[in-house]
C-alpha cells in the first residue's frame, strides 16, 4: 500500500508565497507550526497529485486522519503532529477541517459563485491561522480578522494557479458566475494568455479579495504576541501586493509571484508597517486611560 511519504512533491515552508513559521515566530512555537505544516503538506500533496482517482485520495486523507486520533498506526507526519497536540494540549479539530478541504479537492471541481467559494475557504484556509493563534493562545475574538487574511491568501494563490490547476487537475476556483458575467469559459484557462475577458473576470475576483482584506487591516494588533504580530503584518503586506499585481498582470502568461529581493523588502516593510501599528494602538489606549483617569 502506498504511504502517505511517497507521494510528497519535495515542497517544503520556505517554497511557499508567505512565511510559515519564520525567524519572527519565538523558538518554543515554531516545532507545533511545522508540525502542523508537514500534516498539511502530506495531506495536499495527496489531493494534488495527479496520477490518484479520488477514491485513492479520499482513502489516504482518511488514513491520515485516524494516524492523527489515534484509531489506526500512523503515518509519520500524522505521529508528530498527535505528539505535539498532545503535548501542548491542542484540538485536532483544525487539522481536520483541512483534511475536509482536501477531500472536497478530490472530488469538487468547480465553484458555484464567491459564498462557494468562501465556504471551501472555511476548510481549506482559516484553520491555518487559527491553529497558529491556539499555539499562541490568542483569543477567539481575534478568528474574523484571522478568516479574512487566510480567506485572502488562498484565493491569491487560487488565481496565481488558475492555468496549472486547470491543465493538470481539472479544477477551477474561479466562481462559474463570474466567468458567466464576463462571457468567458472554464476552457479560456488553458490558453497561454487571458483573454480580455477572462482579464476582467480575474480582475473582478481580486476586486472581492481587495474587500476581503481590508478585514485583517489591524489584525496583528488584535494578537498578544508582538513577534506573532509582526509576522501577522509581513504576511498582510505581501497579500496587498500580490492582490495588486493580479489586479494588474495576466497569471497564465506571467508567473505573479515575489522574488526572494522583493520577499525580504515586503519583510522589512511589513514588520515597520507592524510596529506603527501596534504603537499607534498603545498611543490610543494610553489617552483612554489617561481620560479615564
Not at 66 to 79: H, I
Not at 118 to 134: E, K, N, Q, T, W
Not at 213 to 233: H, K, P, W
Request: hydrophobic share 40%; aromatic share 6%.
Amino acid at each position: 500500500m502506498t504511504s502517505a511519504a511517497e507521494l510528497r512533491s519535495g515542497k517544503g515552508h520556505h517554497d511557499e508565497n508567505f512565511p510559515v513559521a519564520s525567524w519572527l515566530i519565538h523558538e518554543r512555537h515554531r516545532p507545533p507550526i511545522l508540525a502542523f505544516y508537514e500534516f498539511v503538506r502530506v495531506a495536499d500533496d495527496i489531493a494534488d497529485h495527479s496520477a490518484l482517482s479520488a477514491r485513492e485520495k479520499i482513502d489516504l486523507l482518511d488514513r491520515l486522519e485516524a494516524g492523527l486520533l489515534g484509531r489506526a498506526e500512523p503515518e509519520p507526519v500524522a505521529a508528530r503532529l498527535r505528539a505535539v497536540l498532545a503535548e501542548r494540549d491542542l484540538s485536532p479539530r483544525h487539522a481536520q477541517d483541512l483534511l475536509t478541504a482536501f477531500r472536497m479537492d478530490a472530488t469538487k471541481l468547480r465553484y458555484r459563485d464567491w459564498d462557494d467559494l468562501i465556504h471551501y475557504c472555511s476548510y481549506s484556509a482559516m484553520p491555518v491561522g487559527r491553529f497558529v493563534l491556539d499555539v499562541h493562545g490568542d483569543s477567539r475574538s481575534t478568528w474574523p480578522a484571522n478568516d479574512a487574511l487566510c480567506a485572502s491568501l488562498q484565493i491569491i494563490n487560487h488565481v496565481q494557479d488558475c492555468g496549472k490547476d486547470y491543465r493538470n487537475l481539472d479544477r477551477v476556483y474561479i466562481p462559474e458566475d463570474a466567468l458567466a458575467r464576463h462571457r468567458t469559459s472554464v476552457e479560456a484557462l488553458a490558453e497561454p494568455e487571458a483573454s480580455p475577458e477572462l482579464r476582467n473576470c480575474l480582475r473582478d475576483v481580486m476586486e472581492h479579495t481587495v474587500v476581503l482584506l481590508r478585514g485583517a487591516e489591524y489584525f496583528s494588533t488584535q494578537v498578544n504576541d508582538l513577534r506573532f504580530g509582526l509576522e501577522i503584518a509581513v504576511i498582510y503586506r505581501v497579500a496587498q501586493t500580490l492582490t495588486r499585481r493580479l489586479l494588474r498582470r495576466d497569471p497564465l502568461s506571467e508567473r505573479v509571484h515575489l522574488n526572494k529581493a522583493e520577499f525580504a523588502a515586503m519583510g522589512i516593510v511589513g514588520a515597520v508597517e507592524g510596529l506603527g501599528r501596534r504603537a499607534g494602538r498603545w498611543i490610543g489606549a494610553g489617552r483612554h486611560s489617561a481620560q479615564d483617569a
